[in-house]
């Protein structure tokens, strides 16, 4: 069992930044491919990014590649979410999930509850 915990949402101008942290219960966080969703009002739960385990290989959703960056600290038991030049279509919930890799695919095994991100006009 992993427990997931998001940090660092808020409100921010378009063309600002923030950082999102997510910090994982456990011993075993390095097994663990990292990722983060997003869910705007109205809209369905879409992918983000995720990171492999080691850390060495990103991939990121087209809507925000070339904007976010997504790293992880396994010292730390945390994965973060650089978001950079953001725009207000980015404003949604954004959730921290733990899963599992097979080649570019990614799957979610467990959520965090989601932090809110509001970018503004």
């Known amino acids: 069992q992993v427990q997931l915990d998001e940090s660092g949402g808020g409100l921010v101008q378009a063309g600002g930044s923030l950082r999102l942290s997510c910090a994982a219960s456990?011993?075993?966080?390095?097994?663990?491919?990292m990722g983060w969703f997003r869910q705007a009002p109205g809209k369905e739960r879409e992918f983000v990014s995720f990171?492999?385990?080691?850390?060495?290989?990103?991939y990121y959703a087209d809507s925000v590649k070339g904007r976010f960056t997504i790293s992880r600290d396994n010292a730390k038991n945390t994965v973060y979410l650089q978001m950079n030049s953001l725009k207000p279509e980015d404003t949604a919930v954004y959730y921290c999930?733990?899963?599992?890799?097979?080649?570019?695919?990614?799957?979610?095994?467990?959520w965090g509850q989601g932090t809110q991100v509001t970018v503004s006009s």
């Open positions: 999930t733990a899963g599992s890799r097979s080649g570019s695919q990614y799957s979610a095994n467990y």
């Open positions: 990171i492999r385990g080691s850390g060495g290989t990103t």
């Open positions: 456990g011993r075993t966080f390095s097994s663990y491919a």
